[in-house]
Nanobody, 118 residues
């Protein structure tokens, strides 16, 4: 089993910043990609940003230039630095960890709430 735990959500004014953290733990598991997804009320979950163990990143167009994903491979921890936050960034943010050994699987955290007030 891989446990995925997010932290760092909260309430922030528009234009502000927040940093989310995601720790994936599992003794024998090797994690490849880690990603952040968000789900706004009444909308589908969408990819915000992802990063591979090699450091390749991918961002949703809506967050490019404002959000930065990074990772500490030794700790299997991913971070999402969010700047210039907008009310439309509000939602539940979920972390995903993609294991490749001993078997491939997507592991999800419980989510952390981000609310951006106008």
């Amino acid at each position: 089993q891989v446990q995925v735990v997010e932290s760092g959500g909260g309430l922030v004014q528009a234009g502000g910043s927040l940093t989310l953290s995601c720790a994936a733990s599992g003794r024998v598991f090797i994690i490849n990609a880690m990603g952040w997804y968000r789900q706004a009320p009444g909308k589908q979950r969408e990819l915000v940003a992802s990063i591979t163990s090699g450091g390749s990143t991918n961002y949703a167009d809506s967050v490019k230039g404002r959000f930065t994903i990074s990772r500490d491979n030794a700790k299997n921890t991913a971070y999402l630095q969010m700047k210039s936050l907008k009310p439309e960034d509000t939602g539940a943010y979920y972390c995903n960890a993609d294991s490749v050994y001993p078997f491939k699987n997507d592991w999800w955290g419980q989510g952390t709430r981000v609310t951006v007030s106008s």
